[in-house]
Every structure is written in structure tokens, then in C-alpha cells.
Nanobody
């Protein structure tokens, strides 16, 4: 699965950004997710969404970030509102996939997009 993320950038605290991640694949895409990694910290899950639309959002961003997806386009979005300086990180999208008959399963990652929130 090839994942192409976009939408990162520099924004002031309180602002908004929308990240997009499009998956190109000849396999079936299952759960999709956004993770982030700040300098000196471990990568952490921000939000995930199943193919059926069920979502899971980290407590640190709950009420501010919304994850959604367009299955027809194999694209996942992350709407980020009320951004804080502590949201500064490289954001990575991930997609779980499987082949017909589950002959193959796995997870692939996008290249990451930088989000910087200034105070």
C-alpha cells in the first residue's frame, strides 16, 4: 500500500489544519489511522477509524481532532481544530490491509507530514 499524506504546515495556536492521506492499493484497506511523533518522544496514536466508520481518538486530542474517511477514495482525513503548541509533531498515516482470502495482511505507513503550532 502506498500512502501519500498532505496538509501539514505552520499554524498559530488556536488555528486549524486538515490532513489527508490517500492510499493506493490493489488490496483491501481495513483500519486507517494517524500517529504522531514529537522530537525526543515516542510515536503515539492520535486517532483511528475502521472501514465501517468506528473511531478511536486519543484523550489528548479528544474534542479537538476528528478523523474521517472516504472508502471510495481510500482516503483518511484528520481535521485538527484548536491546535496547541504541544500538537507539534510529524504526523504519519497508517493503513492496515489484507489480500483476498487473507493470504496477506499487514500495515503500511505514509511518509509523514510536519505540523508546527506556534504559541
Amino acid at each position: 500500500v502506498q500512502l501519500q499524506a498532505s496538509g501539514g504546515g505552520l499554524v498559530q495556536a488556536g488555528g486549524s489544519l486538515r490532513l489527508s492521506c490517500a492510499a493506493s492499493a490493489s488490496v483491501s484497506i481495513d483500519d486507517m489511522a494517524w500517529h504522531r511523533q514529537a522530537p525526543g518522544k515516542q510515536r503515539e496514536l492520535v486517532a483511528s477509524i475502521t472501514s465501517g466508520g468506528s473511531t478511536n481518538v486519543a484523550d489528548s486530542v479528544k474534542g479537538r481532532f476528528t478523523i474521517s474517511r472516504d472508502n471510495a477514495k481510500n482516503t483518511v482525513y484528520l481535521q485538527m481544530n484548536s491546535l496547541k503548541p504541544e500538537d507539534t509533531a510529524v504526523y504519519y498515516c497508517a493503513a492496515d490491509y489484507h489480500c483476498s482470502g487473507y493470504d496477506c495482511v499487514g500495515r503500511d505507513w505514509g511518509q509523514g507530514t510536519q505540523v508546527t503550532v506556534s504559541s
